[in-house]
């Protein structure tokens, strides 16, 4: 069973940092991409970063020069520094659908992240 076991989270002053990890337990490949993505209720989801194959890294325009997407083997990493209050959100670890593996994708059960300004 496909597990993707996040952490990492919880309060932070605004201006500080927080680094989230995601194990992807269960997967038998290394996956071609693996994603951080954040959600506010009431708010459609939002893509915060995605690493993949070859060096491609993708951030919103929102978390550029601040968060960092790392990874190691199937551990996602999310560097977050200089957090804002607008940062404040759930944020979900993500393994993309891989149609040629017949892997259907997987998310995490989120991490709540919470900036006090």
């Known amino acids: 069973q496909v597990q993707l076991v996040e952490s990492g989270g919880g309060l932070v002053q605004a201006g500080g940092s927080l680094r989230l990890s995601c194990a992807a337990r269960?997967?038998?490949?290394?996956?071609?991409?693996m994603d951080w993505y954040r959600q506010v209720p009431g708010k459609q989801r939002e893509l915060v970063a995605s690493?993949?194959?070859?060096?491609y890294v993708y951030y919103a325009d929102s978390v550029k020069g601040r968060f960092t997407i790392s990874r190691d083997k199937n551990t996602v990493y999310l560097q977050m520094n200089s957090l804002q209050s607008e940062d404040t959100a759930v944020y979900y670890c993500?393994?993309?659908?891989?149609?040629?593996?017949?892997?259907?994708?997987?998310r995490g059960q989120g991490t709540q992240v919470t900036v006090s300004s």
């Open positions: 269960g997967i038998s490949f290394s996956p071609d991409a």
């Open positions: 690493i993949g194959r070859l060096d």
């Open positions: 993500n393994v993309p659908r891989d149609d040629i593996r017949r892997f259907p994708g997987a």
